[in-house]
């Protein structure tokens, strides 16, 4: 998935232009751009025809909120239930009648059987005369004078609810009402009366719901007409509540008007050539300024990862009333981007992430400038995932760029800090918050695309890690000299502005493959040299050998690219210069011959790598100086540094001349250092 043919990559281009481009609205849009208390910046505005004026939303609101204050529940009453009661009545009275007849129970009602069933059918008539209620859950709390709509047929009358028997309060009272009866045999009615009682005003809700949204329907959300030709608006002057009313409205109706009129095929090819034109330019600079991106399927996919996510997230918060675009995080985009690439990449992804999200976003240019604004401070703030203390800050800093931005934006528009939108606040604090997900998401990002990050370059320079502490023991003189030379690239490194953390981890890992023969090589040599017994080719097979099995070794431990990488680039193909040379002065007929005795390769293409090889080099070379002088060492390393750009080591190196000066100065200064050079003072200041 790493190096694929152009016509993936323009696939992969063309397939994002689309996604995004169908994600934006199918209406058109309003070609000015407003708010309240605001000068209007246009040229003088008149109806291009008419329109009604809008009310305020929160009028509209408040007149809604009115008539809903007055509006009383619908229930029905069922006029028919009376006497099915009746007729249900007598039929139970019957049966259990019969039952206590062949009982023998009851024998008063039995030889009463008229009043008792008389008493019943009067206490059942009586009893809905009025009618039996029941209150819906919700208005279980409502006090004794709470009216409700009582619809009887096609009549409706509002009625307090203390006119009705409630439905609970009847069924408790059965009882005491028959026992404080004049019967004898009250317990004769009880279950029959228990078993019928049912409210014959019930709630409706279908009928309620109905009223309502009639009742809501019929508060008019316009206040008024504008005529077409009629002045809305003159050039320069502040837009006040009426205006910015009666603009709401020209844009609610233009848009709706335009977008029946329009083909939706149109606006999408609007919205896909102002994207893109955008993608086009970030394109255009990806491949002059981060070839190695653009020529990359990998990376290219990463990097418009963040188009896309971001995209739809915008997408998703506009068609949820509820959220704000304000809530999402745009600086997490710079701060992974700058944690696996540079400053100048992190911040030109953000702004093209940016502009992307305001053609998305309703929130107007004020959006856009607080997005690229945060953006620049993440930036300028320098985050650092690798130290919490620093990243919280950073994150501090954002928080007060978003809050006092937007309080000064606010006041421009609103002319007070009393019209300020406060509620905005609380989804800058959350988009802060989120913000913080950025350093979970370094490492997953990581493990997906074969990235390092910081953080793992940190882990991996821990000391007590397997491999390294698998080279201080088997070969304690190698690390020495990885600790060395790591501290001398990253010198290097930090002089020309090149990335000093990694070449440093890396100079730690360069020789790991020294642990599968450590005594070939002098710096774990104590007395005897096994390279006596061997021939020059035998021995540079040796040497050349801890390249490639460090490699294998790098794999096997699943170190990252990168660091593999510095393992087969830090002898580029030079050759193992000492037994190349004892071979050929006992050859000479087959001096021209070298390939036994050069490093597989390849050379080195990054600073990073180019530091690397000639630390290496210098650090082992300037050990064997017996009189170190400071010109002795200054000679040296102008030697080793020829040698290599003579054997073409560094053809494919990035690195400039400038900055290669720049690492020979770091060099000699270092290496004096390391060896305690003093320098030399003139006689004079000697006698003084």
């Not at 996510?309 to 710079?334: G, H, M, N, Q």
């Not at 690219?561 to 193992?576: A, L, Q, S």
């Amino acid at each position: 998935m790493d190096r694929v043919p152009g016509f993936f990559r323009y696939l992969l281009i063309l397939a994002v232009i689309a996604f995004i481009s169908f994600l934006f609205p199918s209406n058109v849009r309003f070609k000015y751009d407003f708010d309240q208390g605001q000068t209007w910046r246009y040229e003088s505005l008149d109806a291009p025809f008419d329109f009604a004026i809008k009310k305020p939303q929160a009028q509209v609101e408040a007149e809604m909120a009115e008539l809903e204050s007055d509006f009383r529940p619908y229930y029905e009453l069922r006029e028919n239930m009376p006497a099915q009661k009746q007729e249900a009545f007598n039929q139970a009275f019957q049966q259990q009648l019969e039952q206590v007849n062949r009982d023998g129970q009851f024998a008063h009602v039995l030889s009463n059987t008229r009043t008792y069933r008389n008493y019943g059918q009067n206490y059942l008539r009586d009893l809905y005369a009025e009618g039996v209620l029941r209150l819906d859950p919700k208005h279980q709390d409502a006090e004794s004078d709470f009216q409700i709509n009582v619809v009887t047929g096609n009549i409706i009358k509002r009625r307090p609810v203390r006119a009705f028997e409630r439905y609970q309060q009847v069924l408790s009272r059965v009882g005491d009402t028959l026992r404080t009866s004049d019967l004898q045999e009250p317990d004769f009615l009880y279950p029959i009366l228990q078993g019928l009682i049912e409210p014959n005003v019930v709630y409706n809700d279908s009928l309620t719901q109905r009223f309502r949204e009639d009742l809501m329907a019929s508060v008019t959300t316009t206040q008024g007409l504008v005529r077409k030709g009629e002045r809305i608006v003159n050039q320069g002057a502040p837009i006040t509540d009426e205006v910015y009313m009666k603009l709401l409205s020209l844009k609610e109706q233009y848009e709706q008007d335009v977008t029946a009129n329009q083909s939706r095929l149109s606006i999408l090819v609007g919205y896909f050539l102002l994207t893109s034109l955008i993608i086009g330019v970030f394109i255009l600079y990806l491949r002059n300024f981060a070839p190695d991106i653009f020529n990359r399927f990998a990376k290219l996919l990463f990097i418009f990862l963040w188009l896309v996510a971001y995209s739809y997230l915008v997408s998703a918060v506009e068609r949820a009333d509820v959220l704000s675009a304000y809530l999402i995080p745009f600086c997490i985009v710079p701060i992974v981007i700058k944690t696996f690439y540079d400053v100048r990449l992190a911040l030109f992804t953000h702004i093209v992430v940016v502009l992307i999200a305001s053609f998305l976003s309703s929130l107007g240019y004020e959006f856009t400038f607080l997005q690229i604004l945060a953006g620049i401070v993440v930036i300028l703030t320098d985050v650092d995932t690798r130290d919490w203390s620093r990243f919280f800050y950073s994150m501090l800093w954002i928080f007060v760029t978003y809050a006092l931005a937007f309080f000064g934006l606010s006041l421009i528009q609103e002319g007070t800090w009393n019209e300020v939108d406060w509620r905005i606040y609380t989804w800058i604090f959350l988009n802060v918050f989120l913000t913080l997900l950025a350093y979970p998401l370094i490492p997953l990002l990581e493990r997906l695309f074969g990235f390092t990050s910081s953080i793992s370059l940190v882990e991996l320079s821990d000391m007590n890690r397997p491999l390294l502490s698998k080279l201080a023991i088997d070969a304690p003189g190698t690390l020495q000299h990885s600790i060395q030379v790591a501290n001398l690239s990253e010198s290097a490194a930090r002089k020309i502005g090149a990335d000093h953390l990694l070449v440093k981890v890396a100079a730690l890992y360069h020789d790991i493959g020294k642990t599968k023969n450590p005594a070939f090589f002098i710096e774990n040599q104590n007395t005897k040299n096994p390279h006596e017994e061997l021939t020059q080719k035998e021995s540079a097979e040796k040497i050349i050998e801890h390249v490639t099995y460090g490699v294998e070794l790098a794999k096997k431990s699943r170190l990252p690219k990168v660091i593999t990488d510095f393992i087969r680039t830090h002898h580029g193909t030079t050759r193992v210069e000492y037994f190349y040379r004892k071979y050929a002065e006992a050859n000479p007929e087959k001096a021209s011959d070298d390939a036994a005795f050069r490093y597989p390769g390849p050379r080195p293409r990054t600073k990073e790598e180019s530091i690397l090889m000639m630390a290496d080099s210098i650090e082992a070379a300037c050990k064997s100086l017996k009189e170190p002088t400071a010109q002795a060492i200054d000679d040296l390393i102008d030697k080793i540094i020829s040698h290599k750009i003579s054997q073409h080591q560094l053809d494919e190196s990035t690195m400039t001349f400038e900055e290669l000066e720049n690492c020979r100065q770091v060099f000699r200064q270092v290496m004096k250092s390391v060896h305690h050079v003093r320098i030399e003072y003139p006689d004079e200041e000697k006698k003084a």
